[in-house]
Every structure is written in C-alpha cells, then in structure tokens.
C-alpha cells in the first residue's frame, strides 16, 4: 500500500512536470513566442505601418491638402473676398460714410452747433461779457482805481510823502550838509591850500624862470657879438 502511493506520487510528479516543462514550455516559447514575434510583429510592422504610411498619409497629403487649399481657399478668396467687398463696401461707402456723415453729422453741424455758436456764444459775448466788461470792469477802473491813483497815491503819497521828503530831508540835505561841505572844506582847500600852493609855485618858477632866461640871453648875446 505504501509502496503503491510512493509509485503514484513519482508518477504524478515525474509526468505533470515533465508535461508542464517540456510540452507547455515549449508550446509558451515556441508556438506563442513564434506567433507574437512572426505574425504579430509582421502585421504591426508590414500592414499597420502600410496603413499608416500608405492610405491615411495618402489621405492627409492628398484629400485634407486638396481639401484646405482647394476648398477653403475657395471660400475665403471668393464668400468672404465677396462679402467684404460687396456687403462691407457698399455699406461703408453708402450708409456710414455718404448717408450718416452727409446727412446726420453734416446736418448737425450746420443746425445744431451753428445755431448754438450764433446764438448762444455770440448772445453771451455780446451781452453778459461786453456787459461785464462795460458796467463792472468800467465802473471798477473809473470809480476805485481812479479814487485810488487821485485819493491816495497821487495826492496823498506825492503831495504828502515825497513832497515832505523833497523839501525836508533832501532840501535840507542840500542846504545843509552839501552846503556846509562846498563853503567849509572846498572854501577853504581852494582859498588855503590851492592859494599858498600856486603863490609859492608861481613865486619860485617866476623867479627861477627869469633868472634862467637872463643868464641864458647874455651867454648867448656874450658867445655871438663878442
């Protein structure tokens, strides 16, 4: 009995795992290895990449390309190349430019601002300014600043002020200080000083100058005749 389940189980070990490792490997790494690296790996690499390269490359250099030049170039050279020279110009030209500026803008211009530039402006300059400029600047310069100039500083200040000091203080001055000053110290430097100067100069020049003169006529008169 012992012996017969040491056989089974040497059996079972022997034929399972010989079955798992030879055939069950071999089928892993021959048949599935085989299938991924040599079918698989070709059509990812053979038809994909055909694909790939060949119809949707194809489809982009040749339907979207034809598509974007042809099509849409189309559309923006002759819908919207139309619409804006068409719709927008007309619309420009016409209801903007002729209609709302020659009509609207003109018509205010000449109505509304002129009629406001000659009414209301001329009215003010002609009425409130000349008015402001006739009773109160008027008033004002022949009423305050001619009391001021005749009142106070013509009359006041000239007869007053300057008057007092003209006939005070620079008379005085003049009479006084300028006076003593020309009678005292040039009176006397001229009737002093300048006097015995010119007496003393004159007497001495006189008298060198006559005696030079005489001894000078005889030298010459005595070297000539004699």
Same mark, same amino acid.
């Given at each position: 009995?012992?012996?017969?389940?040491?056989?089974?189980?040497?059996y079972i070990?022997?034929?399972?795992?010989?079955?798992i490792?030879?055939?069950?490997?071999?089928?892993?790494h021959t048949?599935?290895?085989?299938?991924i690296?040599?079918?698989?790996?070709?059509?990812?690499?053979?038809?994909?990449h055909?694909? =790939?390269?060949t119809?949707?490359? &194809? %489809? +982009?250099? @040749?339907? !979207?390309h034809?598509?974007? $030049? *042809? /099509?849409?170039?189309t #559309?923006i050279h002759t819908y919207?190349h139309?619409?804006?020279?068409?719709?927008?110009?007309t619309?420009?030209h016409t209801?903007?430019?002729?209609t709302?500026i020659?009509t609207y =803008?003109?018509?205010y211009?000449? &109505? %509304? +601002?002129? @009629?406001y !530039?000659h009414?209301?402006? $001329? *009215? /003010?300059?002609?009425? #409130?300014?000349h008015?402001y400029i006739?009773?109160y600047?008027?008033t004002?310069i022949?009423t305050?600043?001619?009391?001021?100039?005749?009142?106070?500083?013509?009359?006041?200040? =000239?007869h007053?002020?300057i008057h007092t %000091? +003209?006939h @005070?203080? !620079?008379h005085?001055?003049? $009479? *006084? /200080?300028?006076?003593? #000053?020309i009678h005292?110290y040039?009176?006397?430097y001229?009737?002093?000083?300048?006097?015995?100067?010119?007496?003393?100069c004159?007497?001495?020049?006189?008298?060198?100058?006559?005696q030079?003169?005489?001894?000078?006529?005889?030298?010459?008169?005595?070297?000539?005749y004699?």
């Open positions: 009995m012992r012996a017969s389940h040491a056989y089974v189980e040497t070990h022997t034929y399972i795992h010989t079955y490792h030879t055939y069950i490997h071999t089928y892993i048949y599935i290895h085989t299938y690296h040599t079918y698989i790996h070709t059509y990812i690499h053979i038809y994909i055909t694909y =790939i390269h119809y949707i490359h &194809t %489809y +982009i250099h @040749t339907y !979207i034809t598509y974007i $030049h *042809t /099509y849409i170039h #559309y919207i139309t619409y804006i020279h068409t719709y927008i110009h619309y420009i209801y903007i430019i002729h709302y020659h =803008i003109h018509t211009i000449h &109505t %509304y +601002i002129h @009629t !530039i009414t209301y402006i $001329h *009215t /003010y300059i002609h009425t #409130y300014i008015t006739h009773t600047i008027h004002y022949h305050y600043i001619r009391t001021y100039v005749h009142t106070y500083v013509l009359h006041t200040y =000239i007053t002020y %000091y +003209i @005070t203080y !620079i005085t001055y003049i $009479h *006084t /200080y300028i006076h003593t #000053y005292t040039i009176h006397t001229i009737h002093t000083y300048l006097q015995i100067y010119i007496y003393t004159m007497h001495t020049c006189r008298h060198a100058c006559i030079t003169y005489i001894h000078a006529c005889m030298h010459t008169y005595i070297h000539t004699i």
